[in-house]
């Protein structure tokens, strides 16, 4: 007989004072990749010296490397010698492998018409795709609709069978803690900032969007997240590990978000019911009213390399930022998520940009670009390119800008010049904005149908 055979014989005969007689609150820690970390403090009736303890309840994705339990009512007195799991769960293809050489019903297309089913006994040969099925005399491997099987064999289980075998020198009645990983469990943070009329003003809020497809439903659980770039091993499972005195690391967190090593951990306010095959959404942080700038962004390369460019026509980013302070009601650092901006006349408010947020930390600045302008353009003309040496060149551009809006509107122009570069000429006045950007901030007048605005400049190049 198999050793997980005979645990399983052996988990049968248990007392019932082994099986837990409470549980408090889970606490899971969920991070981004789609992985768990989850604690459960159980209530147990223990025998004095050897026995093998029972960890029903577990989830069908759990990371069998990562099963822990020891005492928190009497560290040290409960040795843990070996913890096993029968990692064979029950699945259609698990299920076809254990009848191999057995007899199944099998319902199969009749022949006759496209709807025709018939019934019929088979023998299992091979458990391939399709599989080789014995019917009537004959071997069969051609489509199945459905199998019927007489019984469940022992050794499947929707969810993980796992046992502890323990020496207990402690008190009879103990709070065991159980920690594992479990798989299909995430979180991503999503945002929405609503705009008044002007547009220089906002209102943003955060929300959590919980994901449960670990195969077990949590009950008033508390939970945090784990924001930032975790690295992650996926091991195979092992059928038997010995247990050590590694536990897995607690992370606390408060409603503002805490520092957990290089990443960020918050904790929800509330506890929450996360039911298995379950979508959850709750929010992060209390809306907050804050000042937004907005500004109207074109970024192009001034440097074309010799190659002829006629014309280009460049659209405008409209650039919106925000200052991610306390004094602005904010003051935690914001996880990455997308950011869907809305506009707000009267009653009603209208979707009019979405954006990925890179992460914000406290006291930066979050910069999004929602959309492109609609009544302003630039068209680009270079009106010379010409190599001046091994590897440095002279150019010159002629922007003409276009505005059909009925106000002035003051838009950012940013040049991306490699290596170092010296302007000779500029219609308008201009900044070094980084090491390879040249920017002009230019209030551009309604042109309407008229000549457009029109900003040049010329500049040389010593790679």
Known sequence: MKPLALIALAITLLPASLCAAGSTAPYLLLRQDGQAQVRESRALQLPQGASVLPLPNLPASIDASSLRLRSKTAPGRLEVRSLAMEDEALTPAALLRRFVGR?????????????????????????????????DGQIYAGPVEAILYPALPQGLSALPA???????????????????????MSWRMDYALTLNKAGDSGVLDGWVTLTNHSGKSFEQAKVALLAGDTGIVRPKAMRTLMADSMLMESAAGGAEGDA??????????????LTDQ????????????????????????????GRDVGPVQEKLNVQLSFRNSKGQGLGLALPRGPLRVYEEDGDVRRLVGEAQMNRVPEGATAEVAVGTAFDLNVERVATVMEKTGKSSWRGAWELRITNGKKHSQRIV???????????????????????GVLEFAVDVPPTGEGAPFIVTYTFNTEQ
């Open 162 to 184: 796992a046992s502890a075998s323990v020496v207990n020198s402690g008190p009879a009645r103990q709070d065991v803690e159980v920690s594992y990983l479990a798989r299909e």
């Open 260 to 273: 957990a090593f290089e990443h960020h951990v918050y904790t929800l306010a509330h506890p929450l019911n």
């Open 103 to 135: 007899q199944v019903t099998v319902v199969l297309p009749d022949g006759k018409s496209s709807k025709g089913r018939a019934q019929k006994q088979a023998q299992v040969l091979s458990a391939s795709e399709p599989p080789l099925l014995l019917i």
């Open 413 to 435: 122009l940013q040049e991306q010049i490699p290596g170092k570069w010296k302007v000779e000429q500029a219609s308008a006045k201009w900044t070094k904005a980084s090491a």
């Open 278 to 305: 379950q979508t959850l959404q709750t929010p992060l942080f209390n809306a907050a009213a804050l000042p937004v700038s907005r500004r109207l962004v074109g970024r192009a390369a001034a440097l074309t390399m």
